[in-house]
């Protein structure tokens, strides 16, 4: 029988696991975020306005500590994820007066069938470290748009700088539309997302910092078609190029040390070489969402 936390991420797209990491994690991961953040440079924080920063945690081994932490694996285990494997990590912080993030969805394998069928090919987990509320900018969803047409889905899709520098704030992408609703979280909480899922946050009105620590995994990896595969494992190792952002080249996960490496590398993605990666398509087929009941 499916769990309730099953049932609500295929139904709305998403679920929280309440309560699941103690204390003491929650002070290591600040401690790892505040590391990232010391560092983060003033482009980052141009080019990710509108997300407040956007670090990739590959260069900062410590991470491993959580990404292979019991308590996330018994989460998965309840969510009946077979065969999951991890894409990426980053860490997204909103500074004081950080303005919204703008809707979008995370999921670039929209040329492949698979997307718009029940199957959950890619999960986005978010552990925020400090209670979130709409003061200061927690993440708001569309409920079931995952797989259902939304008013929001007309836009364009326009991962460019101009959107995340945030350089026209009164765009309705970062305003609030029919349906959002506010996901509030306490430290130690964590929310499961499915990349398909409309969300974005409001702005964070507040005077301190809102962190989060976000991974992607990918469930039933080895059942995904090759190109997806592929795709995948180009993330995990860093190899991708967009033509409106310099993507840092960096620290590979696989080539963290032993100490940390030991405790993911059975989560690493492994495929065959020979294959060319999926195309990055942002974009549902708007005609195929409601559509394919079975893939
Ligand atoms: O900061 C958040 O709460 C959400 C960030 C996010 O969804 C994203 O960067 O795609």
Redesign the pocket.
């Known amino acids: 029988m499916k769990s309730a936390s099953r049932e609500q991420l295929e139904q709305q797209g998403y679920c929280i696991a309440r309560n699941l990491l103690d204390q003491s994690m929650i002070e290591k991961i600040s401690q790892w975020c505040d590391k990232v953040l010391e560092k983060v440079s003033e482009y980052n924080r141009t080019e990710f306005k509108a997300?407040?920063c956007?670090v990739d945690i590959a260069d900062y081994p410590d991470f491993a500590e959580v990404i292979g932490h019991e308590a996330l694996a018994a989460l998965f285990n309840e969510l009946d994820f077979g065969g999951y494997v991890l894409g990426s990590g980053s860490v997204?912080s909103?500074p004081p007066n950080g303005p919204a993030?703008f809707w979008?969805q995370?999921w670039w394998g929209w040329d492949d069938l698979l997307s718009y069928s029940d199957r959950i090919p890619q999960v986005n987990v978010?552990i925020y470290l400090s209670p979130t509320s709409p003061g200061n900018g927690c993440?708001r969803v569309i409920p079931g748009s995952h797989h259902q047409k939304h008013p929001l889905h007309q836009f364009p899709v326009d991962y460019s700088s101009s959107i995340s520098r945030v350089e026209n704030p009164d765009h309705p992408l970062y305003q609030s539309w029919e349906g959002e609703c506010a996901i509030t979280v306490q430290p130690g909480d964590i929310v499961v997302k499915d990349t398909r899922l409309l969300?974005s946050?409001y702005a964070n009105a507040s005077n301190v910092d809102r962190t989060?620590l976000?991974l992607n995994f990918n469930p039933d990896f080895s059942a995904l078609p090759a190109s997806m595969q592929a795709r995948i494992k180009r993330i995990f190792m860093r190899e991708i190029e967009f033509d409106w952002i310099d993507v840092p080249k960096g620290l590979q996960m696989s080539q963290w040390p032993d100490s940390q490496r030991k405790k993911i590398e059975h989560l690493f993605p492994v495929c065959a070489d020979d294959v060319p990666p999926q195309n990055f398509n942002f974009s549902p087929n708007l005609d195929l969402l409601n559509g394919v009941e079975h893939y």
């Open positions: 997300q407040g956007l997204v909103k993030l979008h995370d978010m993440l969300h946050t989060m976000s």
